[in-house]
C-alpha cells in the first residue's frame, strides 16, 4: 500500500511539472512535452526487457519456475511500455519530421523488439505448458534483448533523422535541455520505474495465483478420480 502511494505521488509530481512547471520548447512548441513520455517509456522497456533476458539465464540455470514467472511477468508489462514508445513516437514525429513514419533505424530496430517480444508472449499462449515452453521462451527472452544495445547506438553507427540520446549520453548527459526540463524528464523516469515495479508487482501476484489454482484444480481431479 505504501508504494502505491508513493507511486501515486511521484506520477502526481510528474504530470505537474510536464503541464505547468516545464516551459514549452521554443523551436518544436507544445508537442515537444510529449518526450517527457516517450523517453521515459523507452527506459522501462528497455528495463523489463533486460530483467527478461537475465530472468531467462537464471531460469536455464536454475530451472525454478520463479524465474520464469518473472520473464514472463516482465515481458508483459514492457510491451505495454514499447507499445506507447511506438506510439508517442508518431505523434511527435508528425510535426516535426512532417510524417507520422519513417524507416529511420532506431524506429525500424524498435519496431522488431516489439515485435520480438510479441513473438515472445504468442510463443508462451500457444506451446503446450511445461518446461519446454520455458526454455523455449527463455532462449527467445534472450535472443531478443540483443536488439537493445545496437537500437541506442543506432543513431551513433549510421546515419539517421532521430535526435541523438540527450540524457543518456556519454560525453555530456542532459545536455542540450534546459535545468527545469532535465529535472522534469528525471521525476518523469522515476515515475515510469515507479509504475513498472507496481505492474510487474501486480503480474508477478497473478501469475503465482494461477499456479496455486491449476494446482488445486490437480488435486482435486486426483481425489476426484
Known sequence: MIFKWLTFIVVSIAITFI??????????GIVQKIMYLHIPSAWV???AFFIVFVASILYLWKKEREWDIVAHSSAEVGLIFCSLVLITGPIWAKPIWGAWWVWDARLTLTLVLWLIYVAYLMLRFHAPEGSQRARFAAVLGIVGFLDIPIIHFSVLWWRTIHPKPKVLSMESPGSGLEPVMLITLLISFLAFTLIFFLLLGQRIYLEKMR??????????FIISS
Open 19 to 28: 503541464f505547468i512547471v516545464a516551459p514549452v520548447e521554443r523551436q518544436e
Open 45 to 47: 522497456a528497455f528495463f
Open 211 to 220: 499456479d496455486e489454482l491449476n494446482e488445486i484444480k490437480r488435486k482435486s
